[in-house]
């Protein structure tokens, strides 16, 4: 500022504008403040612009952050887990494994002699034809 009291206008440019910024004042500011008034906004935006890109960082640092420990506790739980049996329980399971297997391969079974059952049928239709 060249003077004291440019500097008082300046000042009270700048107060202006931290209390009022959003509106368009500078339309009845005197012109030799009002390209103070447009670096202030300018200045407010990038500080506004910073804020919120400092914001979306911060929100995807929290994500990934997020999803890794998801990951983690999900890698927690698949992990294998010892467990203590006794004898008797042991061949309980291993004789239910068993039977699970059983009815598998027998369902498995019965799936396909149906489909070989109707591969016959198909072809007893094309022999009557």
Do not use: N
Request: hydrophobic share 40%; net charge negative.
């Amino acid at each position: 500022a060249r003077d004291e009291e440019e500097a008082r206008q300046r000042g009270a440019v700048l107060a202006l504008s931290q209390i009022m910024g959003d509106r368009q004042l500078h339309l009845i500011l005197p012109s030799p403040y009002v390209s103070l008034w447009h670096e202030l906004a300018d200045l407010r935006k990038q500080r506004e612009e910073a804020v919120a890109r400092a914001a979306a960082q911060a929100r995807a640092a929290l994500k990934a952050e997020k999803t890794k420990w998801k990951e983690a506790r999900m890698k927690e739980r698949m992990a294998p887990q010892v467990v203590a049996m006794t004898e008797a329980k042991q061949q309980q399971l291993l004789a239910l494994l068993r039977e699970i297997r059983i009815h598998r391969k027998r369902a498995l079974a019965a799936v396909y002699d149906s489909a070989d059952d109707d591969e016959d049928e198909d072809d007893e239709d094309d022999e009557d034809d």
